[in-house]
């Protein structure tokens, strides 16, 4: 990255099938086609095959392995777990020569209560101090849910602050779809931050089924489709001021800015990547590329 500030990259839960089809090393040579040269890792199994061509890709594409992915505990995502999988988690990332873990959800079952929140907190703190003694950061992933209200604070402050060893990685469609503003949120967290993922919030319209369903009297299919028209977008085909968020990103301390889309809604994932590789391109963040 030499003095770059920050670089635009690809969260690979989105490379997930790909990579189960055509191996690692050939999907992240397609997203360096692209013009990408960073990726997080998740939802990938982290055999040694897969490690072994993530770490060629690195070597011999010069794609940047911003973080790996794991889970507290075992989970239905896949990642490896630090209670259980500890010593291989630090061992590949120093084979990835990545820096940091990151924790993408909230447990589960820690949404049931705050005591299970805070139960969650206390030991994934134990585990950033654990893991910064190999030299690797601990970091959280918000949805919306850590917007809920405790006694007047957000789940996420309380979060933050049971946890101090543990950074925040802030995720724009969430914080957004959390009822916050997402450059305000990402300011507040300044200097806690080193992780933003540009995924972008889109009002769909609503399909042409929803109003044969309206017009054979069936309400509930068409409120289903009258809710379910928030989107996740390519950068840029959303609502959210890229303009701003990914400056004041920046200025907050973000060292990777990755790009995400959890739903493609049918198209192609390397045509939705090179959707918001030009939007960006467009909007004048070349450079950070």
Not at 124 to 152: C, P, V
Not at 230 to 242: S, Y
Request: with cysteine; aromatic share 8%.
């Amino acid at each position: 990255m030499g003095d770059q500030v920050a670089v635009i990259g690809v969260q690979a839960m989105m490379l997930k099938d790909s990579v189960a089809e055509h191996g690692a090393f050939e999907t992240l040579r397609r997203v360096r086609e692209i013009g990408y040269r960073a990726v997080e890792i998740s939802q990938i199994p982290l055999t040694p095959e897969n490690v072994a061509e993530i770490a060629r890709a690195r070597d011999e594409l010069g794609i940047d392995i911003a973080s790996i992915s794991a889970g507290l505990e075992p989970s239905p995502a896949g990642n490896d777990a630090l209670t259980t999988d500890f010593d291989k988690i630090v061992a590949d990332a120093k084979a990835l020569g990545a820096t940091m873990v990151r924790i993408g959800m909230l447990p589960f079952d820690a949404m049931a209560s705050l005591e299970k929140v805070l139960a969650f907190c206390d030991a994934t703190e134990q585990m950033a101090q654990r893991l910064a003694e190999h030299g690797i950061g601990l970091y959280y992933h918000n949805h919306h849910i850590e917007f809920a209200k405790y006694d007047g604070r957000f789940l996420l402050d309380i979060i933050a602050d049971r946890s101090p060893t543990v950074g925040l990685e802030l995720d724009a469609h969430w914080l957004q779809r959390g009822g916050v503003d997402p450059q305000r949120t990402i300011e507040r967290f300044a200097g806690r931050v080193a992780m933003i993922h540009l995924k972008d919030y889109r009002i769909g319209q609503l399909p042409p089924e929803a109003f044969g369903a309206l017009a054979q009297g069936d309400f509930a299919t068409f409120m289903q489709a009258f809710t379910g028209v928030v989107q996740f977008a390519e950068v840029g085909e959303g609502n959210l001021d890229w303009q701003g968020i990914i400056p004041t990103s920046i200025d907050a301390g973000a060292k990777y800015l990755l790009v995400e889309q959890d739903d493609l809604y049918g198209r192609d994932v390397f045509d939705c990547l090179q959707t918001s590789y030009d939007n960006l391109v467009a909007l004048g963040f070349a450079d950070l590329f």
